[in-house]
């Protein structure tokens, strides 16, 4: 059970949430928690689904998303996040097993990828505080300097939703992803 109440409808969420939560629904057919959750902030909930829109009319294509969303969510440890992404990298993005296990363990079995997702790990490791070598592999991948700045706001993006999945312990209504194996 979470530690704040997940309203468990739209309707019982603030006047203000309700129109941006109804277009979640249109638009996946399902409210997850996490909007539900978030909603009890409809400044919180504006400021989350509006950066991720944006985001997703980025460069950074889907794939690459889920990849450092995946990765993010490990080092943080958020297990709703790891099941959610784990479900969207595979029917979504269309990710394999595979692929999904190197996202988790901080790499990409996609050269490009790779580039991206070891950034943002050590983006979220190091707390932004990045070598210029790391910004330099980035860039040599062939990631443009508004792709790099993307990238950061990914990892930020993500590092939201893991501390308010973690910190609130959101209800997981995606199917449930075992802790990797050290």
Known sequence: MSRIPTPPTIADTPAASQDILNAV????????????????????????????????KGNLNPATRERIALAIAQINGCDYCLAAHTYLGTNVAKLTSAEIEANRRGTSTD????????????LA???????ELAVKNVK??????GEIVEII??????????????????????????????
């Open 25 to 56: 629904n249109a638009q996946l057919g399902t409210v997850p928690n996490l909007f539900r959750i978030t909603a009890t902030s409809p400044a919180a909930l504006e400021g989350y689904v509006g950066l991720n829109t944006a985001l997703s």
């Open 111 to 122: 050269v490009k990828a790779n580039a991206a997702v070891r950034f943002a790990v050590e």
């Open 125 to 131: 490791k190091e707390r932004g505080h990045v070598s």
């Open 153 to 182: 706001a990914h990892v930020a993006l993500n590092t939201l939703t893991n501390y308010v999945n973690s910190a609130l312990d959101t209800e997981v209504d995606f199917p449930a992803v075992s802790a990797l194996a050290e």
């Open 140 to 145: 040599d991948a062939g990631f443009t300097d």
